[in-house]
């Protein structure tokens, strides 16, 4: 089992940046790629950016590529999201999740490759 705890959500005004950070524990941390996605009100689940079990590869959404960045450190057990120059747009419930232990392959974008989820942390992104 892993258990995923983010933090970080807050308001800011457009502009502004934000860092989330998903803290990892249950199983071994650097052996299963992570992701990050984001819901907001009345919409579907969307996939903003994952990143491999090594940190070497990651992959991001056409909407937040050049202002959102995903790293891991594997000795703390993180997966953070380093997100700037913040837009209304990206107001919604952001989501950490990690893949099952059989997932083999670059990091997945579509949420039905993650198994595990944490709680959703806000962020509201005023204009």
């Known amino acids: 089992q892993v258990q995923l705890v983010e933090s970080g959500g807050g308001v800011v005004q457009a502009g502004g940046s934000l860092r989330l950070s998903c803290a990892a524990s249950?199983?071994?941390?650097?052996?299963?790629?992570m992701g990050w996605f984001r819901q907001a009100p009345g919409k579907e689940r969307e996939f903003v950016s994952a990143?491999?079990?090594?940190?070497?590869?990651?992959d991001y959404a056409d909407s937040v590529k050049g202002r959102f960045t995903i790293s891991r450190d594997t000795a703390k057990h993180t997966v953070d999201l380093q997100m700037n120059s913040l837009k209304p747009e990206d107001t919604a419930v952001y989501y950490c999740?990690?893949?099952?232990?059989?997932?083999?392959?670059?990091?997945?974008?579509?949420?039905?490759?993650?198994?595990?989820w944490g709680q959703g942390t806000h962020v509201t992104v005023s204009s």
């Open positions: 999740a990690a893949t099952a232990p059989s997932y083999y392959g670059p990091p997945p974008v579509n949420h039905t490759a993650y198994d595990y």
């Open positions: 249950g199983r071994t941390f650097s052996s299963y790629p």
């Open positions: 990143i491999d079990y090594s940190g070497g590869t990651a």
